[in-house]
């Protein structure tokens, strides 16, 4: 939205070319925004499950 209001104010552009452009932008915004979370969820379960297995070997080693 914001894009939108800066290519039509700030550059002096139609409304049609700037709604265009936010029309194509905002679909690829929203997928990097659920790759993010993908991306993160996946690291913090990664981290987790290190953490579990670090602790059973030292378990099992007596440590």
């Keep these: 939205m914001v894009g939108v209001l800066y290519l039509h104010f700030g550059k002096d552009e139609e409304w049609s070319s700037s709604?265009?452009?936010g029309l194509v932008a905002a679909p690829v915004v929203?997928?990097?925004w659920k790759f993010?979370?993908?991306s993160t969820d996946r690291?913090?379960?990664a981290g987790r499950n290190r953490r579990k297995a670090r602790?059973?070997?030292k378990r099992a080693s007596g440590a």
Aim: charged residues 40%; hydrophobic residues 60%; aromatic residues 6%.
């Design 19 to 21: 709604l265009l452009v």
């Design 55 to 57: 602790k059973e070997r």
């Design 43 to 45: 690291a913090a379960e």
């Design 30 to 32: 929203v997928a990097l």
């Design 36 to 38: 993010r979370d993908w």
